[in-house]
Nanobody, 116 residues
Framework: QLVESGGGLVQPGGSLRLSCVVS????????MYWYHQAPGMAREFVAS???????HYGDSAKGRFTISRADAENMAVLQMNSLKPEDTGLYSC????????????WGRGILVTVSS
C-alpha cells in the first residue's frame, strides 16, 4: 500500500513537501513517480526518479519541484516550491518494484490547494 502525505492549502509562491511511503517487505522499489491531476483535467506526469537516482521532470515542474527518495524508508519525496494556483489538484505517487511480478502500485492521492 502506498500512502501520500504532506498536502494542504498554501498561498501562491509558497512551498509544500509531499511524501509517499510504501509498506511491506520482501521487495525493492525501482522507480518512483509523481503525477498531478487538476480539477476537470487529465492526470499528468510531474516527476520520476530511478533506483540509481536519475530524475526526470514534466515541463510544469522543471525549476520548481525536486523529487528525491529515501530507500531505507521506501519513501518518495516531492519538494514543491514557488507554487502557483494551477498546481492545485490531486497528487498521486506510483512505484515499480523488484521483483517485477509485483507490478506497479498507486497511492490514492493527496490534495494540494494553492490559493490566496
Amino acid at each position: 500500500q502506498l500512502v501520500e502525505s504532506g498536502g494542504g492549502l498554501v498561498q501562491p509562491g509558497g512551498s509544500l513537501r509531499l511524501s509517499c511511503v510504501v509498506s511491506g517487505s520482501g521487495f525493492r522499489v525501482n522507480n518512483m513517480y509523481w503525477y498531478h491531476q487538476a480539477p476537470g483535467m487529465a492526470r499528468e506526469f510531474v516527476a520520476s526518479i530511478s533506483s540509481d537516482g536519475m530524475t526526470h521532470y514534466g515541463d510544469s515542474a522543471k525549476g520548481r519541484f525536486t523529487i528525491s527518495r529515501a530507500d531505507a524508508e521506501n519513501m518518495a519525496v516531492l519538494q514543491m516550491n514557488s507554487l502557483k494556483p494551477e498546481d492545485t489538484g490531486l497528487y498521486s505517487c506510483r512505484m515499480t518494484f523488484d521483483p517485477q511480478s509485483l507490478g506497479e502500485w498507486w497511492g490514492r492521492g493527496i490534495l494540494v490547494t494553492v490559493s490566496s
